[in-house]
């Protein structure tokens, strides 16, 4: 760990209460600085410039103050990403309230039991959510709104019923003079005031409540304009693409980019690779923050195809004009995401081998970096000038990071970390934080890396998912799937242990099957024979001794995770 982390851990305390400013004083300056500017817009649909942020911000303070929320009590908001889910956010933390965000492909039922365990007495809910939740499985709601126009969908108060009626005239009362920048005066928070309940996705069942405090947010977004914003235009455009719900996708395409000043687009539609692809050619972002499978899509279906005909592979042979091609394929992969951004930002989930070899071998401005929700999520990152193949980046400076190991370079162990980004906590539940969080202060992640000389970290694994093989070696089964994905015919797979034996569960890429015309029986030698040509890869102890079919893909979680407890 390099001295100047080790100083900063010491120093903590001391820098989160007297050097962390408002949170909300970021919101409050990029409003005001950025007053006539394009804020946020809803992919070909409507457009908010800053200033109408603001007016619904304070229109929506109104409508809290007239339901008697006070200061510290939570509101949840449940849709598909939108300008009007962000401004509900951003009213809630300005307001002095804690948000509570629902991914929006949660169930009725968890999202009930989220709205209940978090005691959230308003609700924010989008098109796509209203029709599928209960509000007489929420008691203790005074009221929810919906989404697209902030009509009341159901109301237990008198006072806020008024409120929504009267909202217009509540307003120019307030503000006699019209609205101005001079008349933005919000809740100024403090860096360990509690700000959000984040509800883990999580893949072993019910979600834990992550508290954050406004500490957190200011880590994430200090660092990302310190180190990512610096070399982005002034007003750029970002494409958010990610659920808002989710930690990685509410600070890298949220909160940074807002909070700087840039022209946000939501896709507010189901981000198919083909609406994907769309968006990045007409909003041509400054930077891109995906998951793999979004990366990996793209690159197989829109890049591969075009690139790997026989001349194109002769040519790379050749040296004189190898460069020249690699030059050309870069410039056709960077087409395919708009062709302006930065640098594309991968996390959530390892990035393939194959696909991160291909992107670095072309000198493509790829990076990984590495979060949970329990750290807002950043905890590493690099440039991708800086970046390692196989890493996820450096420990933060406002992060210390540790690997668990009595040889860290070598040997993996758990990464543990702390700093300004950690949570606080689990909401109602001091048994899991006492799990998570030990007598010193350090999160378990509960993933396995090792640690370079220089900081970089390479992960090998969650510590759950870790087999043990028939002699007693560790058997880590995102190694085998990486591989075993790369492999012709297969779409994604899993790995899991029958008795001692190791079998990977396949779902094949049906659009191949389909165009190749292959049989069932056909369709089943060629995974026996990806079956064999894997084995020769790997040790004795994990080699695949069966394979399973599937003909549905896996379910995920909405970072595009597989499920895995629902296939042990």
Known sequence: MCR?????????ENCAMNDIPSFNSYIENTIKDNWLLDALTDYKSTTLQYHDVARKIEKLHIMMEAAGIQKG?????????SAHWSVAFLATLTYGAVIVPILHEFNAEQIHNIVNHSE???????????PTIDAAEMPQLEGIFNLPDFSLHTSRNEQLTDARERLNELFGHKFPNAYRQKDIHW??????ELCMINYTSGTTGFSKGVMLPYRALWGNVDFCQKYLGSHMPKFSNTLSILPMAHMYGMTIEFLFPFCSGYHLHFLTRLPSPAIIAEAFKEVKPDVVVAVPLIIEKIIRKRVFPKIQSNVIKILLQMPVVSKKVKERICREVYAAFGGKAYEIIVGGAPLNQEIEQFLKGIDFPITVGYGTTECAPLISYSDYHDFEPGSCGVPLPSMEVKIDSNDPQNVEGEIITRGVNMMTGYYKNEEATRQAIDKDGWYHTGDLATMSADGHIFIRGRLKNMLLGANGQNVYPEEIEDKLNSMPLISESLIVQRGDKLVALIHPDVEEVKEMDLSQEELESAMEQNRQQLNEQLPVYSKLQAFELLEEEFQKTPKKSIKRYLYK
Do not use: M, W
């Open 120 to 130: 959230s007495r308003l609700l924010f809910v989008g098109d796509y959510v209203a």
């Open 187 to 192: 809740h100024q928070d403090t860096p360990e």
């Open 73 to 81: 009590d939570r509101i949840a908001v449940c849709g598909r990403n």
């Open 4 to 12: 100047k982390r080790v100083t900063f851990a010491q120093n903590f």
